[in-house]
Nanobody, 125 residues
Framework: EVQLLESGGGLVQPGGSLRLSCVASGFTFDDYTMTWGRQFPGKGIEWVSSISKDGSTPYYAESVKGRFTISRDNAKNTLYLQMDSLKSEDTAVYYC??????????????????WGQGTQVTVSS
């Protein structure tokens, strides 16, 4: 059974940092591109960042480029998202997801076959 378990969310002040983790199980982790998405209240999931199978190539949405860093540790089956210079508009539930193939469009929800349960990130003073 595939499982994706996120952690690391919480309340942080504007300008602060958080590091999200996603522990994967039930599949061969280093065979798949992995992704972080986020969901604002009442909206669909927005693509945030993806990383290639070997971790060598990251991809970022323009809204987070230069502030967020995606990484993975294939030995630990874990995906990370380091979030710096956080803004109030980053407040959302953050999800990790497993791609079922090499994505052609990272922002397409159909590129992913499993999602975690999400972790809440709140940026507020």
């Amino acid at each position: 059974e595939v499982q994706l378990l996120e952690s690391g969310g919480g309340l942080v002040q504007p300008g602060g940092s958080l590091r999200l983790s996603c522990v994967a199980s039930g599949f061969t982790f280093d065979d798949y591109t992995m992704t972080w998405g986020r969901q604002f209240p009442g909206k669909g999931i927005e693509w945030v960042s993806s990383i290639s199978k070997d971790g060598s190539t990251p991809y970022y949405a323009e809204s987070v480029k230069g502030r967020f860093t995606i990484s993975r540790d294939n030995a630990k089956n874990t995906l990370y998202l380091q979030m710096d210079s956080l803004k109030s508009e980053d407040t959302a539930v953050y999800y990790c997801a497993k791609a079922w193939r090499a994505p052609e469009d990272f922002s397409d929800y159909d590129e992913y076959d499993y999602w975690g349960q999400g972790t809440q990130v709140t940026v507020s003073s």
